[in-house]
């Protein structure tokens, strides 16, 4: 089945289509000596046991410069596992003699396969770059970039107190006055536009930052918003799209978690469609373009104070359980004398009326002019007790996101392993585009660090890629104790390390 869009995005999509020059036919003397092919194939299990709202899908695309072959896999899956990464690169070496370093193998981070996923992925894969291998023809390529910053926003947020929270689905945001600010986004959308040599756009890789887990309605399996964007860009431009996911590791969707509406994931993958094909428009294509690729394995440490957090974190979960075991009628929690039927209509006029929320004003009037204070009284004892009411209500919800860390630490704790993570690198120059891989979720700051300090202008992070070793928060965020770097089996040093790599891989190409 395919994507469904909303109303209108089909003539949307034409009108940026006529919008996009399509590239000028070569002569007969200036022949490409790039080749290319793209290929799509579907990994949705054959028999799904649930409703599928769109396929999922493996899209392939292969270049070939008459020296080096490169490969560009993205699978519509939540991680690019090491042993999918290693078969499909095995068999591609096997049968198609394509350097196993020269395959970058993405996982766009889709949260919704509902576990209905093809169980011959390799197999499928390796039949769509087969495909597209077999089918390559002269092509010229070119990379832009552009900006999306309508549709993703930080989930971190900076609280007061100096700690951050992670906004999630599975415990309560903290109350709005703790909240001083957010983290950064990478709004950009790097682009890699491929057209054939008689002007037919073959292929767009597009790379963006955002966790792909707003699912749609109903909860059908869906490869989430980079299935609406790539619908859109497909159906303007006939090509395939490829989309590398970026540093989403504390990047969400707007209106994430909004009680109030359906989930607007087909309006946000609509909208990132629509602006890749402003960037896609923006390409100035080469006849020739040099394929170079570095891969390098780095030794990332591995994180050792779980148990001091464990420690600490019970240590606040004893605070707040004593506060509701608190001894003596009115104090702490042991004094909150109202449920949540008494104290819902007593908390609504309070709030209406905080002038006069026991009753009419008029009789508080007749109490003023009597000598009175009956009424003043009551309320001001109201106010104590909605006061403890909220304040346990407070304390709750702490304790609910203390109990999710602990049960997150120890669970590590328990799977904790011995010795460095080796995570691979892997730099692919394309012309003048860079793309350079994590196998993981990387924060949206060390994305920005790495482009602004490449020599190359067009240098795209493709993060999940080529592995899955979990989250990679910057070094800084491990002291604020969110979800991520509670989560995170590296230890704060790997970003040094990681950003070194980098930089060494990236002005190797530049050679």
Excluded at 326 to 349: D, Q, V
Excluded at 484 to 494: I, K, R, S
Aim: charged share 25%.
């Amino acid at each position: 089945m395919c994507c469904t869009r909303p109303s209108g995005v089909k003539s949307l999509a034409l009108a940026a289509l006529l919008a996009i020059p399509l590239g000028a036919e070569l002569s007969p003397g200036e022949a490409a000596s790039l080749r290319g092919g793209a290929a799509t194939e579907n990994i949705t299990a054959d028999a799904p046991s649930r409703p599928v709202h769109d396929p999922l899908m493996a899209k392939a695309l292969v270049l070939d410069d008459g020296r080096t072959q490169v490969v560009i896999v993205a699978l519509d899956l939540v991680q690019a596992s090491p042993p999918l990464v290693a078969g499909i690169r095995r068999r591609l070496r096997e049968e198609l003699g394509i350097a196993e370093a020269n395959v970058l193998v993405a996982a766009s981070h889709n949260h919704h396969t509902g576990g209905q996923v093809a169980t011959d992925v390799v197999e499928r894969t390796v039949g769509a770059v087969r495909r597209a291998a077999e089918n390559a023809v002269p092509v010229r390529v070119g990379a832009a970039s552009g900006q999306e910053d309508r549709i993703t926003m930080n989930r971190r947020l900076r609280l007061v107190d100096g700690s951050d929270w992670t906004i999630r689905r599975a415990n309560p945001s903290p109350p709005d006055d703790e909240v001083a600010s957010l983290g950064p986004v990478d709004p950009e959308i790097g682009v890699l536009r491929v057209d054939t040599a008689s002007g037919r756009t073959l292929a767009v890789v597009y790379n963006f930052a955002g966790h792909p887990y707003g699912g749609v309605p109903g909860g059908a399996v869906t490869a989430d918003f980079p299935a609406f964007a790539s619908a859109v860009i497909e159906e303007a431009t006939g090509g395939v799209a490829l989309f590398l996911q970026g540093a989403a590791g504390d990047v969400t969707p707007i209106r994430y978690k909004d009680f109030d509406a359906p989930p607007p994931t087909e309006q946000l993958g609509t909208m990132l469609g629509l602006s890749t094909l402003k960037a896609v428009n923006d390409v100035a294509l080469e006849n020739e373009a040099e394929l170079r690729v570095a891969s390098e394995s780095v030794e990332l440490p591995r994180r050792a104070d779980t148990e001091a957090l464990i420690r600490a974190l019970e240590a606040e979960q004893e605070t707040i359980l004593d506060f509701f075991t608190g001894i003596g009628c009115g104090t702490h929690g042991a004094g909150t004398a109202l449920n949540f039927k008494s104290f819902l209509p007593l908390y609504l006029k309070h709030r209406i009326d905080p002038e006069h929320p026991a009753y009419a004003s008029y009789l508080y009037q007749h109490e003023a002019m009597t000598g009175q204070s009956g009424f003043k009284d009551l309320d001001a004892e109201n106010e104590v007790r909605l006061g403890k009411y909220l304040e346990c209500i407070e304390s709750m919800e702490k304790l609910i996101r203390i109990r999710s860390n602990l049960q997150i630490l120890k669970a590590r704790l328990a799977k904790t392993a011995e010795g460095p993570i080796l995570a691979e690198v892997q730099g692919v120059r394309i012309g003048d585009c860079v793309l350079v891989t994590f196998p993981g979720e990387l924060f949206a700051e060390v994305a920005l660090r790495i482009k602004e300090q490449s020599p190359f202008a067009n240098t795209f992070v493709a993060g999940c890629s080529n592995g899955a070793i979990g989250y990679a928060p910057t070094a800084d965020a491990y002291r604020r104790r969110a979800y991520e770097d509670l989560l995170a089996q590296l230890a704060p040093e790997w970003q040094k390390l990681y950003e070194s790599k980098v930089g060494e891989i990236l002005h190797g190409l530049s050679r």
